[in-house]
C-alpha cells in the first residue's frame, strides 16, 4: 500500500481546492499533477512545439520539481522557476488536455509523479491517480459535482476561461473535456473500483473538506495507518 490519499476527479470539481486544505489540515505535502501537464504544455507552447505530437527526446529536457516558494509552500518548477500564473491561462489549460493524450507524455510523468510520493504520505490530486498513478493508494476519493455548479467555479476561476465566457459556454467546454478525458485510450478518468465517491454540489469549502478529511480518517483507521492527531 502506497503513502498517497488520492483524489481524483473531473475539470472544475474542485479536487484542487479541496485537496490542498486537505493536505494543510493534515500537515503533509500536497502535489497537483493537473500542473505537471499544464507545465508541460507551457514548455511546448515557449518552444514553439507542435502540442499533438511531442517526443521523448524534448520530455527529458524538461526538469519538474516541487520546492518551496517564498511563503513556504510546496510549488511546482519548471526548468528552474516557477511558472505560477502562466500554469493558469486558458491557452495553457487548452494544451494540458492535448498533451495528455499522449502515451509518451503519460509515460513520462509517470514516474515523475511516482518519485514525488516516496515514504512520505502525500495528497495527490488528478484524473488517475487512484487508477494509474498509485493504484494501491491508502486512500482514494473521486470528486465529481453538477455540469452547472463546475461551470460556475471555472468562471470564478481567473484566467481559466476566455474573457466574457458565459455559463453555458463554459459548461460545453467542460462536458467536451469530460468526453475526451473519459473516452481517451490512455488512463481514461474514471473511479477506481475501490474510490469512495463523493459529490460536493452545494458544498461550501468547509463542508467539502470536512467531508474528505472524515472519510480520510476512516480509511486510514481501518487500514492501520495514523497520521492525525
Known amino acids: 500500500m502506497s503513502n498517497c490519499i488520492a483524489i481524483d476527479g473531473p475539470a472544475a ?4 481546492t479541496i485537496a490542498r486544505r486537505v493536505a494543510e489540515k493534515l500537515n503533509i505535502a500536497y502535489i497537483n499533477t493537473g500542473s505537471l501537464y499544464r507545465a508541460v504544455a507551457l514548455a511546448a507552447i515557449r518552444a514553439g512545439r507542435d502540442l499533438s505530437s511531442l517526443d521523448r527526446s524534448f520530455l527529458d529536457t524538461l526538469k519538474l520539481e516541487y520546492a518551496e516558494n517564498e511563503s513556504g509552500a510546496y510549488e511546482l518548477k519548471l526548468n528552474g522557476a516557477f511558472p505560477g500564473a502562466a500554469l493558469r491561462t486558458a491557452e495553457v ?12 507524455v503519460r509515460d513520462f510523468l509517470l514516474g515523475v509523479q511516482r518519485g514525488f510520493a ?5 495528497v495527490m ?3 488517475d491517480i487512484g487508477t494509474v498513478i498509485f493504484p494501491d493508494a491508502a ?3 473521486f470528486l465529481t459535482a453538477s455540469p452547472e455548479e463546475r461551470a460556475r467555479r471555472r468562471l470564478a476561476q481567473d484566467g481559466e476561461s476566455p474573457d466574457g465566457a458565459t455559463l453555458a459556454e463554459v459548461a460545453r467546454e467542460i462536458a467536451a473535456r469530460d468526453k475526451q478525458d473519459s473516452e481517451r485510450a490512455v488512463a481514461p478518468l474514471k473511479p477506481a473500483p475501490d474510490a469512495i465517491l463523493v459529490d460536493t454540489t452545494g ?8 467531508t474528505i478529511i472524515g472519510l480520510t480518517a476512516r480509511k486510514l483507521q481501518e487500514s492501520g495507518i495514523c497520521i492525525m492527531k
Open 13 to 16: 470539481s474542485g479536487k484542487s
Open 118 to 122: 516516496g515514504e512520505r504520505m502525500v
Open 93 to 104: 489549460a487548452a494544451g494540458a488536455s492535448l498533451v495528455a493524450t499522449q502515451p509518451v
Open 203 to 210: 458544498f461550501s469549502l468547509d463542508k467539502a473538506v470536512e
Open 125 to 127: 490530486e488528478g484524473r
Open 139 to 141: 486512500v482514494k476519493i
